[in-house]
Each structure stands twice: as C-alpha cells, then as structure tokens.
Nanobody, 121 residues
C-alpha cells in the first residue's frame, strides 16, 4: 500500500521560508516521480512542482518559479519542497502525490494527509 506523509508546514511571515518533506512508506520512492500540489480554501487544487525519478529538469508552476525548489533524497525515501520568499497567496494545504510513473507531470493517484502552510504577518 502506497503511503505518503507530508510535514514541515506552519505559520510564517511574508518573505520567510519553509521546507516541506514528503516521506514515503511501504514503497521505494526512488523509482517514481513525485509532485507537490496545494489547495487553498475555495480554490481548485493546483500543481506546484514535480520531480521525475531521475530528478532531471524539475517542473514548477509559474507562480512559484524562482522561489521554490524541489529535491529528492532517495537514501531517506524523501522528497523536499524548499519554499523561499513566501507570499500570503502561498497559503494553502500542501500535498505530495504520485501516480507511480517515472515522469512529470504526475497524476493525483496517491497522496498524503497534507500539511498546512500559512503566510501571514
């Protein structure tokens, strides 16, 4: 059974940083592309970033390019999302997901419980 667990969210001031983690359990994350998504209240789910199994040429939404960085540590079975220069519009619940494919973009087939990110002064 595929399980993903997100962590690292919290309350941060505008301009601040957070690093989200997505830990896989019961499967080896190495072989699969992982995507980060977010959903704000009253809004549709949005794809934020994606990293393929090879970690070449990650994808980013235009709204986060230059501010967010996705990476993976296969030894820790973890994918990270480093978020810098956070803005209030980044406030959302963030989820990692996979469709067990190797390439981006990923389908929202398996996802975790999410972690809340709130950017506010």
């Amino acid at each position: 059974q595929v399980q993903l667990v997100e962590s690292g969210g919290g309350l941060v001031q505008p301009g601040g940083s957070l690093r989200l983690s997505c830990v896989a359990s019961r499967f080896t994350l190495d072989y699969y592309a992982i995507g980060w998504f977010r959903q704000a209240p009253g809004k549709e789910r949005e794809g934020v970033s994606c990293i393929s199994s090879s970690a070449h040429s990650p994808d980013y939404a235009d709204s986060v390019k230059g501010r967010f960085t996705i990476s993976r540590d296969n030894a820790k079975n973890t994918v990270y999302l480093q978020m810098n220069s956070l803005k209030p519009e980044d406030t959302a619940v963030y989820y990692c997901a996979t469709d067990l494919g190797r390439l981006c973009p990923v389908g929202y087939d398996y996802w975790g419980q999410g972690t809340q990110v709130t950017v506010s002064s």
